[in-house]
């Protein structure tokens, strides 16, 4: 028998995932994307600080997207839990441990802005100094995403396993779901450990098959509700 809460948390998931994505992806794309010199910190650094107002609009809609995070790992917690209660809590508070890493990750993002704003009061400092440090900032962050990635795909397997088994979504889409995560944990964890494993496998496709998958699983349930698959 499905319960009142899961029903509701069935909608709150299918209205928070396709918002928060589209949100975070068009002010990505548009503010934070452009700025971006890939294996080269320093002069990221120097682009945010010429761009500090687009910087700070993309901030404000990650931490948007934070938000939307401990939503959709309460609304996920309520629908599976009665599937499996230790497991939906575990990777519950494994999606919980990415949504703070996010938050830690914006941080060292507003963390490197505050460096490169603050060269009246580094003088002494090379000219060349300032845009380091910030890079330096901006990876640390990076490093804080990537371990919170790992964890995110772990959690996301637990939760695509408690979805196969309820059969509320259907069979090859829970399947999907297994698999994406197994994929984004390994690629996180992989990058961790060897750097280079991101000219192996772009850091583009980290996220896109495990985002699709959850896209889909917020709007089939959304669309049908919860309702076993035959």
């Known amino acids: 028998m499905i319960e009142k809460s899961q029903r509701y948390s069935a909608r709150v998931l299918g209205i928070t995932y396709p918002l928060t994505f589209v949100i975070l992806t068009w002010f990505f794309f548009r503010f934070y994307a452009p700025l971006l010199v890939w294996n080269n910190l320093p002069e990221t650094a120097r682009n945010l600080i010429a ?4 910087i700070r609009i993309y901030i404000l809609s990650a931490l948007f997207y934070g938000v939307g995070l401990l939503v959709l790992l309460t609304a996920l ?5 009665p599937i499996g209660r230790g497991l939906a809590l575990f990777a519950a508070f494994c999606r919980l441990a990415y949504a703070f890493l996010w938050f830690v990750q914006l941080l060292d993002l507003f963390a490197a802005l505050r460096v490169m704003a603050s060269a009246n ?11 380091a440090l910030a890079g330096l900032q901006l990876a640390s962050g990076w490093d804080a995403y990537y371990i919170g990635l790992g964890l995110y795909g772990l959690g996301t397997i637990i939760f695509s396993c ?13 399947a999907w779901g297994i698999l994406s995560s197994v994929f984004v944990a390994f690629c996180a964890f992989a990058y961790l450990t060897f750097p280079d494993f991101g000219k192996i496998v772009s850091v583009n496709w980290y996220e896109m098959p495990i985002g699709l998958f959850e896209l889909v699983t917020s709007l089939w349930v959304l669309v049908r509700g919860l309702r076993p698959v035959a």
């Open 121 to 131: 009061h580094f003088s002494a400092l090379e000219p060349d100094c300032l845009p």
């Open 77 to 81: 917690y309520l629908i599976l839990r």
């Open 162 to 174: 408690l979805w196969l088994k309820s059969r509320y979504i259907p069979r090859a889409l829970a």
């Open 51 to 54: 761009h500090e107002r687009a």
